[in-house]
């Protein structure tokens, strides 16, 4: 029993690498997820680059300043949410999942590998946002304020890895996983202040971002690098609000989630898997 459990951080390891190799083996996974949020920085910089974005009480923002961070976080969701949803759903479907429960390896590492992949691949494209935002465009960085930024990446990435998870188990095939992720993930961004800022929008349609986890997400992650917060930037009630999804998602991922294709789907081959914005063979 002394050995197994040695041996375990070195099985998780193993298949966390092995579900890198399958994210990097698709081009098209790695530009959405890691490129397509840097190129948006970019192009907000260069249209809007001498404008100043005015918050009120949250203060006054470069462009830069403000898409940094909230790309950086929706890239970070991007990585677990849409991967893990789509990736997983087609795993299902062409029935990788199921011949997975012939092996020795527990179902808990499996899951355990593809969400700690996903993590980090969120950080990957999260640092190489906030470098190029630094570096590039001169977005202050306070070391101060790292351990906030750090445990709102955690806690957000777990949310939305939970989330994604249960796209998987309730998508009814690997097929419609794509756009089930896109159609929720992109509205989201919209509401929750990652490509525009709502100050202006109607009401009710700022109270449906303040529900959601992307703004939450975003916006705890913003204040890390927002000059106009002071102290260490913690924020317990967004971290709360994410911990509350992520405990929801996880829950509902657990009930659904079947390791059998589904009814009509057994043996679904493709190259949707290697066509799609994921890792999945």
Do not use: C
């Not at 951080?9 to 690498?17: E, M, N």
């Not at 092996?103 to 691949?121: H, M």
């Amino acid at each position: 029993m002394a050995d197994s459990r040695a041996g375990m951080p070195a099985l998780i390891l193993s298949q966390i690498r092995y579900e890198n190799r399958l994210f990097w083996r698709t081009p098209v996974a790695a530009f959405f997820t890691i490129l397509f949020p840097l190129m948006f920085l970019f192009l907000f910089s260069l249209i809007f680059g001498g404008e100043d974005i005015d918050l009120g009480p949250r203060g006054t923002f470069t462009v830069a300043q403000f898409f940094a961070p909230t790309l950086g976080a929706f890239a970070a969701a991007s990585a677990t949410y849409t991967n893990l949803g789509i990736a997983g759903a087609i795993a299902r479907d062409e029935g990788i999942l199921k011949r997975f429960l012939g092996t020795p390896l527990p179902r808990s590492f499996y899951i355990v590998g593809k969400v700690g992949s996903a993590i980090w691949i969120a950080a990957i494209a999260i640092t190489l946002m906030m470098t190029v935002g630094h570096f590039v465009f001169g977005v202050p960085v306070y070391a101060a304020r790292l351990p906030a930024a750090l445990i709102t990446f955690v806690i957000g990435t777990l949310a939305f890895s939970a989330l994604g998870l249960l796209v998987a188990a309730l998508a009814p095939s690997g097929d419609s996983a794509p756009a089930i992720t896109n159609a929720t993930i992109l509205p989201m961004a919209f509401v929750s202040e990652v490509f525009i800022v709502t100050a202006e929008a109607p009401a009710w349609l700022q109270r449906v971002g303040d529900v959601l986890p992307l703004k939450h997400f975003a916006r705890a992650f913003q204040d890390a690098f927002n000059p106009a917060v002071s102290g260490s930037a913690f924020n317990w009630g967004r971290w709360g609000i994410l911990l509350a999804w992520g405990v929801v998602g996880a829950a509902l991922a657990l009930k659904f989630f079947s390791w059998d294709p589904k009814e009509g789907r057994a043996g679904v081959k493709g190259r949707r898997g290697r066509s799609s914005k994921t890792g999945a063979e």
